[in-house]
């Protein structure tokens, strides 16, 4: 039976880059709709749940993709709404890659290591890989900072990842390099750089003062990179002192786990693969 792949997003077309990926998982046949509105879900969901029953359910899944991640996430939401009892498939979500560089930027962070009462700023921190990279951090033992231009801002996301997850972030405004380097001087052991591509959000001159500053990951590959200094192959490289991990680095390790998840789905026709369960599947995964 073939694996079919219904791709679902709210952006007028569907994503070429997340349909590649799927066929390089293996992936038989890809059905992709675009410009998905939340009441036109329930009808594509059904074909899916409705053609295969039992064992061959399992050989359809459902991906969740687009740009616009709250739009994605209400898709998301009447898809699981859609199912019930056994009949239903498997759906991975991954807007924007949003779930999967968050796995694979922490992934990078913790490997080998104990981040146990480490400290971690997360720098530009109210975006989707900014909010699950500070959340998946925080459950790896790290007392977390969240960084925004603005208070307000990173106020907003962290009572909301206090409310959905259960897991206190302390908010921090930082607007310039002054109030990076004041927030690194409270004991930050890792900086996990999410800005927007092409934005720096760490000087070196920041970074190398640091002394208690012992990681550094940043996501973008769009010069100038968000920390200065680095280079987007840096993998585990070592400047001044520190680690590094580079946009690249953190991408290539980013489409294995894409990969990886896409291939999980077909196991069985009940799996949810959230930003949680792709990382515990990437924590099990050789680089």
Known sequence: MKKILIH???????????????????VDQVIAYGGVQVEEVP???????????????????????????????RLMKKVLDTFFGDVRVSVMFDANGSNTTAAALVRKITQGRDLKDKKALVLAGTGPVGIRGAIL??????????????????????EHILEHHGIPVTPVEIATQEDVSQALSQGIHIAACCGAPGVRVLDQKTWSTAPALEIIADINAVNPLGVE????????????????????????FKMKVHRAAVQALFQSNHQVLDFSSIYELARNMEE
Request: charged residues 25%; aromatic residues 8%.
């Open 43 to 73: 009808n594509l969901v059904y074909g899916a749940m409705f053609t295969r029953g039992g064992e061959g359910l399992r050989h359809s899944a459902i991906f969740i993709g687009g740009t616009h991640v709250p739009a994605a996430e």
């Open 229 to 252: 200094g680095m280079k987007v192959t840096d993998n585990g490289k070592e400047r001044e002192g520190k680690i590094f991990y580079g946009a690249i680095a953190i991408g290539n």
């Open 8 to 26: 679902l997003e709210s952006d007028a077309k569907a994503s070429v880059f997340d349909q590649i990926t799927a066929y390089d998982a293996g």
């Open 137 to 158: 951090l925080a459950r790896e033992g790290c007392e977390v900072l969240l960084s925004s231009r603005q208070l307000s801002r990173a106020q907003e996301v962290s």
